[in-house]
């Protein structure tokens, strides 16, 4: 069924038992009928039409979502994302306007898309939200959970001190720079390069704020640093920084003197900084480990080429120079 044409599927249904009288079940009415009770007093009633997987979305998350606003009788959506480029991301306690909605999404699941009927006193109140909401007005969402990331933890993590964060367990700042970073990524994949950048950042601070008691733990905070940096040198690139790109590259490199991604990304910074000859020394020993690896390889050419025409350029300037003297 088309999520759109809903109502007016409801509608067709209900005119094919035979013509509609006052006495007829209106569209929502036929809707309840299928639809299972929240919270027990039929304030939010619920249809799950996509089954999720995994746990219910916890509280203080931050949730990737499309959804859909309808009113009763009304075929287009008095509020959508479905139009958007990406998915909205939205976290509860703070993005959510309606406590209808943001109690519903409490009962889904990764992936599930379900349909909410709120009453008005789990919606938009008696007085409505003129022109688009009428006064109590019932309204119908539809929610597609495309994944979330449980943000009150790094929330909740954030909020301690410094000395508090460091007798935390090591497990949990793990775990919440490893959400920082899944943040950042999001941010990234939509374009959104100074967030992503600001994501990554807070984690790497987080991480080299900690006050390491053994190796092991060491190591895994090297570990834990390790993408952080090569995140950070690609955002930098996207943001057209390459010294900055650099930075991150090297400090990748330190950690990991022989991996492939720090020494391309490396390689592209001196690419964007004309710096020919550490481009290709870069790009030369991650092709040593990567020999057939097209983005590598694609990349070196194109260092070897501007290489040439730097020194070719170079030689002409050198060779009117002299001509000039003589």
């Given at each position: ?223 834990a640093l390790l993408p952080l940096y090569l ?70 050419r194109k260092v070897v080429i501007s290489y ?19």
């Amino acid at each position: 069924m088309s999520r759109n044409g809903l109502i007016s599927s409801i509608r067709r249904m209900m005119e094919s038992d035979g013509p509609l009288t006052s006495s007829s079940p209106s569209p929502f009415d036929l809707l309840r009928h299928q639809m299972s009770d929240v919270l027990g007093d039929g304030g939010i009633l619920k249809e799950v039409v996509q089954p999720g997987e995994g746990p219910p979305v916890p509280q203080n998350a931050s949730v990737l979502i499309h959804y859909s606003g309808f009113l009763e009788y009304s075929d287009q959506p008095f509020e959508t994302t479905t139009n958007f480029r990406y998915p909205v991301m939205m976290k509860l306690g703070r993005d959510m306007t309606l406590a209808g909605l943001e109690l519903g999404l409490l009962t889904m699941k990764k992936g599930e898309f379900c349909r909410f009927l709120l009453q008005p006193q789990y919606a938009y109140g008696d007085m409505g939200c003129p022109p688009l909401i009428p006064a109590a007005a019932v309204v119908l969402y539809e929610v597609h959970i495309l994944d979330y990331l449980d943000s009150g933890q790094v929330d909740e993590f954030i909020a301690m001190s410094p000395e508090e964060q460091n007798v935390a367990p090591l497990s949990t700042l793990l775990e919440v720079v490893d959400t920082l970073r899944s943040f950042g990524n999001r941010c990234f994949k939509q374009s959104r390069y100074y967030n992503a950048k600001d994501r990554y950042k807070q984690a790497m601070t987080l991480l080299r704020n900690r006050e390491t008691q053994s190796d092991s733990e060491k190591e895994k905070i090297k570990s834990a640093l390790l993408p952080l940096y090569l995140n950070l040198s690609l955002t930098e690139l996207r943001l057209e920084s390459p010294n900055k790109a650099l930075k991150y590259g090297n400090k990748a490199l330190e950690i990991d003197s022989a991996n492939t991604k720090a020494l391309f990304r490396c390689g592209q910074a001196y690419l964007e900084l004309q710096d020919y000859e550490n481009a290709q020394s870069c790009l030369i020993a991650a092709q040593a480990k990567k020999p057939f690896d097209s983005d590598i390889n694609t990349l070196l050419r194109k260092v070897v080429i501007s290489y040439k025409e730097s020194l070719d350029h170079q030689k002409d300037l050198y060779s009117k120079m002299f001509k000039s003297l003589k």
